[in-house]
């Protein structure tokens, strides 16, 4: 299986913060990686797939980019209702993985 | 609006069955691959099992397989998971979660809310 493995483990930002967090895979992936948001007590909502491509609805200040085994999401200026936790996902072989999660809270 | 809607989670003695249920709306079930995610309590994502829109491509983790078994009825526009010789370990919500992908698990696009299932004695 392909591991997933995002860093940090958890982060705090003020708001207006430019934030970044890491996710490597375990080897080359291409652009097969999705990003996830799930905020407290609530469903995982898809941001980004194909490494970079926004999913409709999702404010601009996400954006993310990598290819291989090297990806970085990025929100451009943190905002409150940006608390969560995020989680990358590889699906360039079956199993589809999920990495750890990086908790994101404000500072 | 699409729509997934998830039951039959609740407590069950380890070695027991329980079976799941995802009903959807809001889209063509039968042109979409669905799967089965799962998320212990405070842990994680773990994917568990896919079904592509034929049917006919089936996928499961390996700590499932031989124990978990998915499937579809697409006149009915649902999702199954019956889940037997369950272990305290496979305590999680479990969501359904739409696919984008064609014959093997992709990205997913839409969730559930979620059933919990509690393996416990």
């Known amino acids: 299986d392909i591991q997933m493995t995002q860093s940090p483990s ?3 930002a003020s708001v207006g913060d430019r934030v970044t967090i890491t996710c490597r895979a375990s080897q080359g992936i ?11 007590g609530k469903v995982p909502k898809l941001l980004i797939y ?3 491509t926004l999913q409709s609805g999702v404010p601009s200040r996400f954006s993310a980019s990598g290819s291989g ?3 970085t999401l990025t929100i451009s200026s943190l905002q409150p209702e940006d608390v969560a936790a995020y989680f990358c996902q590889g699906y360039y072989t079956v199993p589809p993985t999920f990495g750890q999660g990086t908790k994101l809270e404000i500072k | 609006e699409v729509q997934l809607v998830e039951s039959g989670g609740g407590l069950v003695k380890p070695g027991g069955s329980l079976r799941l249920s995802c009903a ?3 889209f063509t079930f039968s042109r979409y691959s669905v799967n089965w995610v799962r998320q212990p309590p405070g842990k994680g994502l773990e994917w568990v099992s896919s079904i592509s829109r034929s049917g006919s491509d089936i996928y499961y983790t ?8 998915i499937s579809r009825d697409d006149a009915k526009n649902s999702l199954y998971l019956q ?3 369950l272990r305290a370990e496979d305590t999680a919500v ?15 696009d839409y969730w559930g809310q979620g059933t919990l299932v509690t393996v416990s004695s």
């Open chain 2, 83 to 85: 889940m037997n010789s």
């Open chain 1, 69 to 71: 085994t090297d990806f």
């Open chain 1, 10 to 12: 958890s982060l705090s």
């Open chain 2, 24 to 26: 959807t709306s809001g």
């Open chain 1, 50 to 52: 194909a490494a970079s």
């Open chain 2, 94 to 108: 479990y969501y359904c979660a739409r696919d984008q992908g064609g014959s093997y698990p992709y990205f997913f």
């Open chain 1, 30 to 40: 291409s652009n097969y990686l999705a990003w996830y948001q799930q905020k407290p």
């Open chain 2, 62 to 69: 390996d700590s499932v397989k031989g124990r978990f078994t």
